[in-house]
């Protein structure tokens, strides 16, 4: 393996958002997960960026992807955001996370529950309808 490819992630997800504030107040805010703004160079489109272990989710405006790739308006119309993907992510003070979400009024799909396999988890949709699974290990 080489330098480069060391620092290359092996797996890149993009979701379109339709804010970045927005999404980065709840995966920051309040999932509390390492998500930043991205360093870019001058004139690239500003994003949002979680790296973590060779894969990295990135969140792009809706605005700036249509910029860039006018074709996908029309998709974009036909399906909303989120519809099936599921996002899964291990986390640490579930409990905390769940009561902020309650408090700001976040679609909650499944409550907090422990499960009988060692885990506590819960459900629930991100501002762009993305499904968001919550993890949390009780062991």
Partial sequence: MNRLSRHVPKISIQLTVANLSTTEAFYVGILELPVRRAVTVLGAPEHLEMKL???????????????????????????????????????????????????????????????????????????DGYMVVLEESTR
């Avoid at 308006?73 to 979400?101: C, N, S, W």
């Fill in 53 to 127: 272990d060779g894969w990295e989710l990135i969140f792009v405006e809706e605005a700036t992807v249509l910029k860039v790739h006018p074709v996908l308006e029309e998709r974009f119309a036909m399906f909303p955001k989120g519809v099936g993907a599921t996002l899964h992510f291990r986390v640490t003070g579930l409990d905390d996370i769940y009561q902020a979400l309650l408090e700001e009024e976040l679609e909650i799909l499944y409550p907090l529950e422990e499960q009988p396999y060692g885990i506590k988890d819960l459900w629930c949709f991100d501002p």
